[in-house]
């Protein structure tokens, strides 16, 4: 699994949408791997997850299930490699949150220079700071189904889901979620 997302080019195309989708211009700021404070709580929700997913009709065996807890403590292992997408750049987990305060800072202050708010709120909508965080893949199913953890932060909020995605022809559908949270 390490560094496999650098061979899976579909993955990287839906990681990418995720992130342009919340952040549709600027430069991408990526994490090197995910934070392992995040894990232990990702696999306690996510093994009840698995099971509520029957509601949208996906059932998973109890190999699936085990084979879908084992990589979920693996995923948080793996480093990303720089510059996976068009204009992104990868940081240091522990550098994430004083990056986008700092960066935060220095987009705020140079909202000053521009005396009306219309545009120092696009400037500032523009340039907002925002951090992305992401897991390699799990598949299941031939590659029929996609498990995937994903989390952004922008200053003092963010969000990070493990989602479930269903292979629609050659579109991922994102079916259920593992495990959520929002602050």
């Known amino acids: 699994f390490a560094n496999s997302q650098s061979r899976d080019t579909a993955y990287l195309q839906l990681i990418n949408s995720q992130m342009r ?21 990702i696999l306690k929700v996510a093994r009840g997850q698995l099971t509520r997913l029957k509601q949208k009709g996906l059932v998973f065996s109890d190999s699936e299930k085990e084979y879908i ?14 510059s996976l997408f068009p204009d992104s750049k990868r940081i ?3 550098s994430i949150v004083p990056f986008v305060e700092r960066t935060l800072r220095r987009t705020v202050d140079s909202l000053r220079h521009l005396p009306d708010s219309i545009a120092a709120m696009n400037y500032y909508a523009f340039n907002k700071p ?10 299941l199913r031939k590659k029929t189904i996609l498990i995937s953890y994903f989390m952004y932060y922008v200053y003092s909020s963010g969000e990070e889901s493990v989602w479930v995605y269903k292979r629609d ?15």
């Open 69 to 82: 807890i084992s990589n979920l403590k693996i995923i948080f292992n793996a480093k990303h490699d720089d």
């Open 169 to 183: 022809h050659l579109k991922w559908i994102r079916i259920g979620v593992l495990g959520r949270g929002a602050w």
């Open 92 to 94: 240091r987990a522990d």
């Open 21 to 41: 989708n919340i952040q549709p211009n600027g430069i991408i700021y990526y994490s090197d791997k995910l934070q392992k404070r995040q894990r232990e709580e």
């Open 130 to 139: 925002w951090a992305f965080f992401f897991s390699d893949p799990i598949y």
